[in-house]
């Protein structure tokens, strides 16, 4: 998965423009306790940024 695609799929399941905030300000646990912005900034690989996503907002199993 590419950054964009990671981008994309947030602003789907978020509401309208709350996907930047909410990337600054969650915390995921199963990236080592960092937000979105910070994951990426550390090099974490976006599938991995997004199964966090994905677990934190209890999402349907046909979008992880």
């Known amino acids: 998965m590419r950054e964009v695609e990671l981008w ?17 300000q969650v915390v995921l646990e199963d990236v080592g306790s960092r937000t979105v912005r910070e994951a990426l900034a550390a090099g974490v690989p976006c599938k991995r940024i997004w199964r966090a996503v994905w677990k934190q907002l209890e999402l349907p199993e046909t979008l992880r």
Do not use: I, K
Not at 11 to 22: H, K, Q
């Open 8 to 24: 994309q799929r947030l602003t789907e399941v978020l509401p309208d423009g709350y996907a930047p905030s909410w990337a600054d």
